[in-house]
């Protein structure tokens, strides 16, 4: 699902009494796409004569396709934070101890809250095009990892060259696949990409279409 500012605001507001005595003031909400953090929480202060105005605000990613509950705890997680910053608590780490306590405390009625966030949903953009063709490089390095990557087109050449060169992969080929796995994998440029467990890697290529690439001449 995909979540709006609306609905951020409906569950906040249901929350700040629930769980919080309803003393957390209403921080701006906003939505993004960010991939590598589901929620963040922020505060600005500014400083005019003689008062103090701090502005907060709690991010949540649209980025992947979770139900409403994950996205619940995620917002609860950042009303956390926001608790601790607006009283000023002195707590003994990031997810410290105060932290903690608060967690357990909500997580107790159902919730699941963690100190980390787990990116266990798909990703939104997979959903939209896990048919997409794509080039994707596979390769074994001497060390034994098995890699595997999504290459831009222009760069296929470019990178097949670099290695054949290297003396640090055993062996590699090229491939199309429409699989939704490599939906979330950046298209890169250079010779990078994803290390995956040896089964994963030889369930997709045997999956997978090959790509014969012109001899250089």
């Known amino acids: 699902m995909r979540i709006s500012v609306k609905e951020l605001e409906e569950w906040f ?7 919080f005595g309803g003393i957390l003031p209403m ?10 953090r589901l929620g963040s929480m922020s505060w600005k202060r500014t400083k005019k004569m003689f008062r103090t105005r701090t502005e907060y605000t709690i991010r949540i990613s649209n980025y992947y396709d979770m139900d409403s509950k ?7 997680h950042e009303m956390i934070h926001l608790l601790i910053e607006y009283k000023r608590l002195k707590d003994t780490a990031p997810h410290g101890v105060i932290f903690r306590q608060n967690m357990d405390r909500i997580n107790a009625d159902g919730w699941n809250i963690t100190v980390s966030a787990r990116m266990n949903g798909t990703p939104l953009n997979a959903v939209r095009t896990n048919n997409k063709a794509r080039i994707i490089l596979a390769a074994v390095t001497l060390g034994g990892r098995h890699i595997v990557s999504v290459v831009s087109p222009r760069y296929v050449i470019s990178i097949d060259r670099i290695l054949k060169r290297s003396t640090d992969i055993k062996s590699f080929s090229w491939h ?12 890169v440029r250079t010779p990078r990409g994803r290390v995956i467990p ?7 290529v045997r999956g997978m279409k090959s790509l014969d690439l012109p001899q250089a001449e």
Do not use: H, W
Request: hydrophobic residues 40%.
């Open 13 to 19: 507001s249901e929350f700040n009494v629930k769980y």
């Open 27 to 36: 921080p701006a909400l906003s939505v993004g796409m960010s991939r590598t």
């Open 70 to 76: 994950a996205f619940k705890s995620v917002l609860l």
């Open 176 to 187: 199309i696949s429409t699989d939704s796995y490599f939906a979330g994998f950046p298209v």
């Open 198 to 204: 040896q089964d994963t890697y030889e369930r997709l």
